[in-house]
């Protein structure tokens, strides 16, 4: 059994560096599953990135109508919005929305 180990030493050495190349090219720190995790990431973050660049665009927005030319239907519709403040003889309607 020795003697057939010392043949092949060169075929069982070149086995498991092949094999623990590939196991590492798969499934290790820098592999392909790895890759994908992080791309998909990578996109969930770039996607959060807009959403809050389109929130502070319209928060900045609303700040400007509040602050320098005083846009009074803008105040008119936060009053209406939260404290629910309407004239004489209106219906104020509520409507909720689902989102998150």
């Known amino acids: 059994m ?4 010392k043949k092949n030493y060169f075929l069982l050495i070149s086995t498991c560096l092949f094999l623990y190349f590939f196991f590492n090219l798969v499934d290790g720190e820098r592999g392909l599953i790895s890759y994908f995790k992080k791309k998909a990431i990578v996109n969930d973050l770039t996607l959060k990135k807009d959403k809050i660049k389109k929130d502070i ?3 900045e927005n609303k700040n400007l109508l509040l602050t ?3 846009d009074l239907d803008f105040i008119e519709i936060l009053i209406r919005e939260k404290f629910l403040f309407g004239k004489q003889d209106e219906k104020i309607y509520i409507i909720k929305n689902n989102e998150n």
């Open 2 to 5: 020795l003697t057939n180990l």
């Open 57 to 59: 665009s319209t928060l």
């Open 68 to 70: 320098r030319n005083l």
